[in-house]
Structures are given as C-alpha cells and as structure tokens.
C-alpha cells in the first residue's frame, strides 16, 4: 500500500507539473505575443455603458480560405456576463483573442463603449477587458497573488484583495481554508 501510494502521489506530482508547464506556456506565449501597436491613443469611448459590439467580424487565419469567424454580430450590454459554449474549432479563443486584440478582424469591426478597438491604446484597453478561459488550473500561487495577478497594479494591496475576494463570492471559501 505504502508502495501503491508514494506512485500514485509520483504520478500526481508529475501531472502537475505537466498542468503547470501548460499554463506557464500559454503565459509566456500570451505574454510575447506581438500586438499591432494602437492606432490610437484613446483610454475611454464615446458610449461608456454601451459594453461590446461585434458588426460583422470574419477572420480569417493566414494562409487559410475558412473563415474561422464568419460574419459574427452580437451585442454584449455593460455589465452582462457571456459564457461562450461550443464545440473545438468552432471559433470560440479566435473570438476572444479579436476581442482581446490578440488578432484583428478581417472584416467587420469591434466596438467597445462606442469606439473601434483599432482606436484604443492597447494598455487602457487591457486594464478594462479580462478573459477568463476554461481550462482549470490550480495555480501554485499563495490566494492573495491568485486574486492579485488580475491586476498587478495591486498584488500588494491586502485591503484591494479583500475587496475582490468578497465581490467574487471567494471570501467564505477563504476564511474556510
């Protein structure tokens, strides 16, 4: 038994490293990635609780003659939630990644309190747009830095991180660990 179960937790240990190598992974990539400088230098739009407008976005990957997108248009009202559902390779991180502009549209435009996302400076538009992804993954972070590292700006900030964890409903579950 003892044998059985220094193995199993060997083998826990190494999936873990595996899911942590992904993560790190996709930071890093996420990180490095080359964004197309801002063609402009707003930090607010004309509409502020107009939330997100997708006008007939196609993109198209390079190299490829399917669209990944094709002609998608929807309105998301500020302060809505959207959990996008689907099957692999039905468009749902290209349409994340347009929005988070990772990539640019090949058609149509995307809009975000009444201002074309190509007007946006990219900072402004980052500290106003998070993305949360489904993969789960337990991050080998302390809580505080957990909630934290969704804006470094306050990873110190003991009093922000409380904020966050009650508004976040995670406040409980803390007090509980």
Known sequence: RQGQGAVTSCLASINKMYEDNLYLSNLTEYLGHNVPEPSGEKTEGPLPDDGIRFENVSFYYPGSQTPALDNISLHIPKGNSLAIVGENGSGKTTLIKLLTRLYSPTHGRILFQGLDLQEWDINALREKIGVIFQDFTRYQLKVGENIGVGDQSFMDDKQ??????????AADFIKRM
């Open 160 to 169: 922000q991180i409380t904020d966050a964890s009650e508004k976040g409903l």
